[in-house]
């Protein structure tokens, strides 16, 4: 074996990698853009600015937001869990720990969605297919979208899990100096991705909405899971590259330059592309660089304590969002008897929707996630003589919910 390979795969059986609060810190800002982006959409229980020009621009400025959100997400799961993983792991192991970070709040989010507004809107079926993460292997975008729309990219997520032990034990036999091309060729499939779907499938009929896509086109493009396993192998391929020190960092304050610039880039190309082909080198960028400053000890904004304290509970926030938009503008319409808001009642509307769904978050992550993980993610106690090296690398989505890198 290569020398360079050895050393990477040594990196990554230590037992105690450095943690990455910064990337904690950064997945609170994602689940803000995707937050933004169901803001805005122009359908009658939203459209907080109606369907004149100001909530027609709106949707036009925030429809790719949710996109980079997800992708950034599914990158970050790659890399996290190949930065946290261990030799002596178990598959039941690794699948009962994500079980238990996963699916409870999953459970608490459906059951609050059915309750609340689909139950009278969703078939039984479709129902069950979402509660049980499989309503991604149906292209029909009412199935797919059904319940908690949201809850598609667990399904996603699901699959990945299902996949990280073998994918791991594959992408662990590229040799180190190899790592580059394989994340280039997963760049070059992921942004490809779109071209073959415009020119091989049919593009009618349209997904809800009038979008430049087909409902096909965009199941087997974005909500696939198997088409968006390469998002989450290239997060895997990555943290390799990190590991074996063969990555070029570029540093977190120019990686949200290309991010920003990315999103705006989005509005000026087609549809599917502007979903899938934009945010994957940027994704990759910023997560990279996240944790590089953080094994340096460089500060960034996101690793100051209240932006970790916001990532701890930001896949509660992610999963109960949609929820409170959707019921919260409800009530405020029935208490103000405002219809279509102004953009600075629409900027208030919105901050206080955030900060609701802030707080359910933080309530759901003490009573639920928390506990959960700490009861139920580990079989047995860790030796004593053991326990302070495996707290340092053992983050909240594997066992622990105290420490600062999650998933």
């Known amino acids: 074996m290569p020398e360079t390979a050895r050393r990477d795969d040594a990196l990554t059986a230590t037992p105690a990698q450095p943690r990455l609060p910064s990337l904690t810190g950064l997945r609170f800002p994602a689940a ?20 004149g020009p100001a909530g027609t621009r709106y949707a036009e400025i925030a429809r790719d937001l949710g996109a980079f959100g997800v992708e950034f997400f599914f990158v970050l799961s790659g890399f ?7 030799w002596q792991d178990t ?31 969703t078939p039984a079926w479709s129902a069950t297919l979402n509660l049980f993460m499989l309503q991604v292997w149906v292209p029909d975008f009412d199935t797919y979208f059904a319940v908690n729309p949201p809850g598609w990219s667990l399904g996603a997520e699901a699959f990945f899990y299902a996949s990280f032990p073998l994918l ?27 071209f073959l779907a415009y020119t091989f499938l049919s593009e009618t009929p349209n997904v809800p909405g009038g979008l430049d896509s087909s409902s096909l086109q965009y199941w087997l493009v974005y909500v696939l899971p ?17 590991l074996a020190g063969r990555w070029r960092n570029i540093g977190v304050l120019p990686s949200l330059l290309v991010m920003a610039a990315a999103i705006g880039l989005a509005q000026f ?7 899938r082909s934009m945010g994957a080198l940027p994704a990759v960028l910023l997560v990279a660089a996240a944790a590089a400053a953080d094994v340096r000890g460089t500060r960034t904004g996101f690793s100051a304590p209240v932006a970790v304290w916001l990532g701890d509970r930001s896949f509660a926030f992610y999963l109960l969002h949609f929820i409170v938009i959707t019921q919260g503008l409800e009530i405020i319409r029935d208490v103000t008897r405002i219809s279509e808001f102004t ?6 509307v919105l901050i206080g929707l955030a900060a609701t769904t802030v707080a ?9 996630e928390r506990p959960a993980t700490r009861r139920w993610a580990s079989r047995r106690k860790i030796p004593q003589q053991a326990s302070a090296d495996a707290r340092e690398v053992l983050r909240p989505h594997e066992s622990r919910p105290t420490e600062r890198t999650r998933q």
């Open 32 to 51: 803000v853009l995707v937050f933004l982006y169901h803001a805005s959409l122009l359908i009658p229980t939203i459209a907080v600015l109606g369907y």
């Open 226 to 242: 198997i088409s968006r396993l390469a998002d989450f192998a290239l997060g895997i391929l990555v943290a390799r590259a990190v």
């Open 168 to 194: 791991l034990g594959l992408i662990r036999r590229i040799p180190a100096p190899a790592l580059k091309f394989w994340i280039a060729g997963v760049l070059t499939f992921i942004a490809a991705s779109p």
């Open 80 to 86: 996290v869990l190949t930065w946290s993983a261990r």
């Open 91 to 121: 598959p039941g192991a690794f699948w009962r720990r994500r079980f238990v970070k996963i699916y409870p709040n999953y459970a608490v989010a459906w059951g609050l969605a059915m309750l609340l507004f689909a139950a009278a809107t």
């Open 360 to 368: 359910l978050s933080a309530v759901l992550y003490a009573v639920l």
């Open 269 to 275: 190309v087609p549809y599917l592309y502007a979903q």
């Open 343 to 348: 953009v600075p009642q629409a900027i208030l």
